[in-house]
């Protein structure tokens, strides 16, 4: 069975920092590419990160581009976002999500990720 399970969300100020981790199981990691996902309350659930398969290249969506960073850890079978200069409309619940196929790394759509989390909350205070 597989699992992803983020966490590391929480309250911030407007300005402030988080790092978000999602730890998978149940699938051969470093088979993955893994993306970050948010959707805040009433809009679509929109793309903000994407690593491939052994961190090797990123992309992002344009605002977050300079203040997120996404990562991972393969030993450990982890993703992470570290997200800096947090702004208000940053707030959402971010999911974490893996895409066993080969494309490009500048895709930003959802379809293909056949795993996802449950997502952990980020609310910013402004």
């Known amino acids: 069975q597989v699992t992803l399970v983020e966490s590391g969300g929480g309250l911030v100020q407007a300005g402030g920092s988080l790092r978000l981790s999602c730890a998978a199981s149940?699938?051969?990691?470093?088979?993955?590419?893994m993306g970050w996902f948010r959707q805040a309350p009433g809009k679509e659930r929109e793309f903000v990160a994407r690593?491939?398969?052994?961190?090797?290249?990123?992309f992002y969506a344009d605002s977050v581009k300079g203040r997120f960073t996404v990562s991972r850890d393969n030993a450990k079978n982890t993703v992470y976002l570290q997200m800096n200069s947090l702004k208000p409309e940053d707030a959402a619940v971010y999911y974490c999500?893996?895409?066993?196929?080969?494309?490009?790394?500048?895709?930003?759509?959802?379809?293909?990720?056949?795993?996802w989390g449950q997502g952990t909350q980020v609310t910013v205070s402004s």
């Open positions: 149940g699938l051969t990691f470093s088979n993955y590419y």
């Open positions: 999500a893996a895409d066993p196929r080969v494309r490009s790394t500048s895709y930003s759509g959802m379809t293909g990720y056949d795993y």
């Open positions: 690593i491939t398969r052994y961190g090797v290249s990123t």
